[in-house]
């Protein structure tokens, strides 16, 4: 019969907390520094469930613009998606919602690591012609999906620098 003695559970707590320090320190390699992870990072793991975004190098590039604009519905090749199904945009940047087929919307979604969770968004399911916009104003990262579609993983985010 094995007997527990004080030391042996002194000494078995003293190793479960040194591997939870070492798993701690370890982290994510993601982590920005200040407990969040990078917009990227956020913005790639949102929308890797989409059917038209793989990876990182998947993401639109429109710094610089005014204005840009999203398609929401179906598109040639894809299920129901966004597209692009990531921006990356300055602040001060209108993105426009272009409606291509019926019943979507563009829905905020304030998890995984969201930053930008007060925006202007459009939860009403809409039909093909109809438009929605909204300006970003503040860096950060918005992630979004449309609610009807969420189960086939129409979901997009934005990067905002």
Known sequence: MTQITRRSVVRGVGGTLAIGFVAGCLGDDDDNGNGEDDPETVAVNWASQADNFDDAGDIEDHTGE???????????????????????????????????????????FAGEGATLTDWDDHGSAEDEGYEHATTFDEPGVALYECVPHRGQGQSGAVIVE
């Open 66 to 108: 005014d204005s840009v604009t999203v398609l929401n519905g179906e598109q040639p090749g894809a299920n129901y998606v966004f597209e692009p199904a990531v921006i990356r945009i300055d602040a001060g940047t209108e993105v426009v919602w272009e409606w291509t087929s019926n019943n979507h919307t563009v829905d905020l």
